[in-house]
């Protein structure tokens, strides 16, 4: 008797509410897919961990930035020693496992993180068998963390040629490169009349050069510093995405130095209005900007991941990297000179995130591609431009030798197995 398997499931995309990168990366991932005409259903790893784990996790994270940024730092260095990352990734799995196995389903099309510690958790359950689907890792930061890279991950899909290398190189794992993940809508002005438009969207002055300050969408970091080094560096007007930082919003407010923005839902024209972009964190906001055509500057940068991203940003040539306050004001003149009207170059990669996926899912189960399609889409089917970032800014060697110290991965880590999966 023939036997007949099943048809996949959607396609399951795990994210984390933990600022705002991993979910910006879903919904975008998601949307692609919808729009390529696959079922996608999306969910949030915090969810599933025990009652009370996920807040809890997300209020010590916020926390750690506002009050003790040294700490997260630590806790990162901590992670990527190779026994920090395998308990990490053994408590990831057995915190979510149970609840994980319920949100995919009995036969996904395919399971995809924007999240670490989900990336970690899905990579055990395809070594263990309990995952019978293609798992994919995004890796949202332009610099690799070890807590990104997953044995058992099928793929990770890296936002530059840098970080693919490092995970083919160090870890021996599959890696592809694909261009931005961001909304079609984060694209460079067309003219100078639309930088116009775009500042009296938002109130700011016409005449003048800004200089957009982004801190996450907590506003953390020390942004109050960053605002008076700008004054005393540039004639530009500081403007501070305050995100949900209500207090930070109204202390810049009450002082004067700087425009205090608040929470923003139109960021594309946001970006379009400013002539540079200070950021601290490097990691949704940089590649927004970039494919706004709009100039970084990587500047009093976050412990822990910020520094990380700062560097590679720096190495791969998208972003000035000033570490003194005397350093700031050259690296402002030369940013002003890089403003892109009408767009940057086309990007060294042109895979989209989502073809490289549905590649990946027919490679091992044809049928499941096919299968795929499920409702039409609600979402409109705007394709991703392929000019989103400078060609030229990418050197030709990738991956400098010494760019990851050979102490922080060894390239023989080891993958975790069956046995080790918990109960």
């Not at 996949?8 to 897919?33: Q, Y």
Request: aromatic share 4%.
């Amino acid at each position: 008797m023939e036997i007949v398997s099943p048809a996949p499931g959607p396609i399951v995309v795990l994210s984390a509410s933990i600022g705002a990168g991993h979910d910006g990366a879903a919904a975008e991932i998601t949307r692609r897919l919808r729009t390529s005409g696959c079922a996608v259903r999306r969910a949030d790893y915090l969810d599933l961990l025990p009652a009370g784990w996920g807040r809890a996790l997300k209020q010590t994270y916020a926390r750690q930035l506002a009050y003790a940024p040294a700490s997260w730092g630590w806790l990162l260095d901590s992670a990527a020693r190779p026994r920090g990352t395998r308990s990490a990734a053994w408590f990831a799995t057995w915190a979510a496992q149970r609840r994980l196995l319920d949100v995919t389903g009995p036969n996904p099309a395919a399971v995809i993180s924007t999240y670490p510690l989900a990336s970690q958790a899905l990579g055990r359950l395809r070594l263990a068998g309990h995952l019978n689907a293609p798992a994919f890792a995004v890796l949202t930061d332009p610099a690799v963390h070890p807590l990104c890279v997953a044995p058992g991950i099928d793929l990770h899909l890296a936002p530059n040629h840098e970080a693919a290398e490092v995970v083919r190189t160090l870890y021996g794992l599959a890696a592809a490169t694909h261009t931005p993940i961001v909304e079609p809508a984060f694209r460079p002005a067309r003219d100078n009349d639309e930088v116009a438009t775009a500042r009296r969207r938002h109130g700011l002055p016409l005449d003048a050069a800004l200089a957009l300050v982004v801190a996450g969408s907590w506003g953390v970091g020390d942004v109050d510093a960053t605002v008076r080094d700008l004054e005393a560096a540039t004639e530009a007007i500081p403007v501070v995405v305050c995100g949900r930082n209500t207090r930070l919003r109204d202390r810049l407010a009450a002082g004067g130095r700087a425009i205090a923005l608040g929470w923003i839902d139109d960021m594309p024209s946001l970006l379009r209005a400013a002539d540079v972009v200070v950021h601290n964190a490097g990691g949704l906001s940089s590649l927004e900007a970039l494919a706004s055509g709009i100039p970084l500057i990587s500047y009093r940068c976050l412990p822990g991941h910020g520094v990380a991203n700062a560097a590679a940003l720096e190495r791969l040539g998208l972003s000035a990297w000033p570490r003194r306050p005397e350093e700031l004001a050259p690296a402002l003149a030369g940013a002003s000179r890089a403003r892109s009207i009408d767009g940057p170059a086309s990007s060294a990669c042109t895979t989209d995130v989502a073809e490289l996926i549905r590649r990946q899912i027919a490679g091992m189960n044809p049928v499941a591609v096919t299968a795929l399609t499920g409702p039409a889409t609600t979402e409109p089917a705007t394709a991703m431009p392929a000019t989103t970032v400078p060609a030229t800014t990418v050197p030709a060697t990738t991956v400098p030798a010494t760019t990851v110290p050979a102490t922080t991965v060894p390239a023989t880590a080891e993958p975790a197995s069956a046995a080790g999966m918990p109960a």
